[in-house]
């Protein structure tokens, strides 16, 4: 009994130091940071953020603390940043202070700093980046561009919706099946099939792993990974799917290699392939194996679900504001006709809709927090001391719903970027993917997508909601790292 005792003891004077421990590690750690609710020892801000809506805990404390503040993910310290005037301070004005990638623990489990889209390895990211932009923007150009494949895909489309014969479905699966084989065309060579198992695999894990990582339990991930690897729940499933992901690539990329044509390279695969065995010899190359893999699997996980989840919003905002379709189906039959496949180069003459697509971006507000950042040395911020390898959240929904740079920051309104002439407004306060050295790498593909894609759904039919436009609820399920329109259905009436 004494022994048993003693071991309490012991156990209970061992919890109270590590305890005692951490409190002054968050004190110490605290310094000369911005402001913010006290952090519980171990738990940080759990109390604050654990209500399953990070993005509207987050903008509430920036109620009360200001543009900048300080939370705690677990022992992990983040600097939020809100509002247009403070996040492009971080993503423009001092850009080299805030460039590094900030942690994302479900992805980094996987990743572990390779790649283009999540490393925190500067000179990495910078040859991939290089690399990545090069081969993407010279890729079919004289044979077959990026245009071409977008419009044939917008046409596959268009017959697999002529298909359902004006039954109401739901759009979120065909929507991804196109915008799945656009980046398969870029990144392997070839599409697939509608029905291809394989591509509605792939569908399922990046959707899912997404929804996943935004909800409850891959927020209490992200905020204690090290405790949370080992309990079961959701969260679990998050690896198993990026895990296939990784195995499709893997495969994908060895189905190139043995296909590969040095004469003529079909894909972003083959050139990167190229570039391997040109290195081969260079122990310091970036052009190896697992970039190559983790860098398509980045590029390609973050092409579809962006595309797909923005089109599937489009069609049902454009069902709630008919008037607003209407405009838009004008728009298209006086420039483009019925006939003919939409081209890019008629968004210049499409102030409407070109308003209506940039105005669907920032209502959707696809990623609300942004992508984490990190301080790349010791700075001073604001008058505050931030220690180099910080992470910061800039906060893209204060800046997209930021009442200084639009005329309705709360309301789906296709005026924020109209003039009272009818001509197209810029904002440089529209960055629904970032803006600056570190932006999104895809984000001229994604525009293209957009506006092929949508005009060419409704140069051939009017949208037909299952229920009253009224009843349309298009209000986003918001939540950490994603916003998701609910499910819904519409019937496609060929015009």
């Known amino acids: 009994m004494m022994f048993s005792e003693d071991v309490t003891l012991l156990l209970t004077a061992a919890l109270s130091c590590l305890i005692l421990f951490m409190s002054l590690k968050y004190f110490w750690r605290k310094g000369n940071l911005p402001p913010g609710p006290t952090p519980l020892p171990i738990l940080g801000n759990v109390l604050q953020l654990g209500k399953g809506d990070l993005v509207k805990s987050l903008l509430k404390l920036s109620g009360k603390y200001g543009e900048v503040f300080t939370i705690y993910l677990g022992s992990r310290p983040v600097i939020v940043v809100t509002g247009y005037k403070a996040v ?152 198993i799917y990026l895990k296939n992901l990784l195995n499709f690539v893997e495969k994908r990329v060895e189905r190139n290699k043995k296909a590969l044509d040095e004469n003529n390279p079909q894909s972003y695969v083959d050139v990167f392939l190229m570039k391997m065995e040109k290195e081969n010899t260079n122990s310091q190359t970036e052009y190896h194996f697992t970039n190559l893999v983790r860098s398509t699997l980045q590029i390609f996980f973050a092409g579809v679900e962006t595309t797909s989840t923005t089109l599937n919003f489009s069609l049902l905002l454009l069902m709630k504001y008919p008037d607003v379709l209407a405009n838009v189906h004008e728009e298209i039959d006086k420039v483009i006709g019925r006939d003919r496949c939409p081209k890019i180069q008629d968004r210049n003459q499409m102030p409407f809709t070109d308003a209506v697509i940039h105005e669907i971006q920032r209502f959707t507000d696809l990623l609300p927090m942004g992508v984490p950042r990190k301080t790349t040395r010791d700075i001073t911020y604001r008058g505050y001391s931030i220690p180099k390898h910080t992470n910061v959240f800039p906060m893209l929904t204060s800046v997209l719903k930021d009442p200084s740079c639009f005329l309705y920051p709360d309301e789906f309104n296709p005026k924020n970027f109209l003039h009272e002439n009818g001509e197209f407004r810029k904002n440089e306060a529209f960055i629904p993917l970032a803006t600056g050295k570190r932006n999104c790498l895809g984000e001229s593909l994604a525009r293209m997508e957009l506006f092929i894609i949508l005009v060419t759904i409704l140069q051939r039919f009017n949208l037909k909601p299952f229920i009253p436009p009224e009843n349309l609820d298009i209000t986003p399920n918001v939540s950490g790292l994603g916003n998701f329109p609910k499910p819904y259905k519409t019937s496609f009436i060929p015009r």
């Open 88 to 239: 492009r301070e971080v993503y423009v004005d001092r850009v080299d202070d805030f460039l590094a990638r900030g942690d994302m623990p479900s992805f980094d489990f996987y990743y572990k700093n390779y790649g283009i889209a999540f490393t925190s390895h500067m000179d990495r990211w910078r040859e991939l980046r290089r690399f990545s932009l090069a081969t993407m923007r010279d890729f079919g150009m004289g044979k077959r561009t990026i245009e071409d494949r977008i419009q044939e895909e917008a046409e596959c489309l268009v017959a697999e919706f002529k298909k359902t014969k004006e039954s109401f479905v739901d759009p979120r699966q065909y929507i991804s099946k196109a915008a799945c084989n656009v980046i398969f065309s870029i990144m392997f060579g070839h599409r697939h099939d509608y029905e291809d198992a394989e591509l509605l695999n792939v569908i399922s894990w990046i959707y899912t792993s997404f929804v996943l990582i935004s909800s409850g339990w891959g927020q209490l991930y992200e905020m204690f990974p090290s405790v949370m690897q080992f309990i079961p729940g959701r969260h679990q499933k998050i690896f």
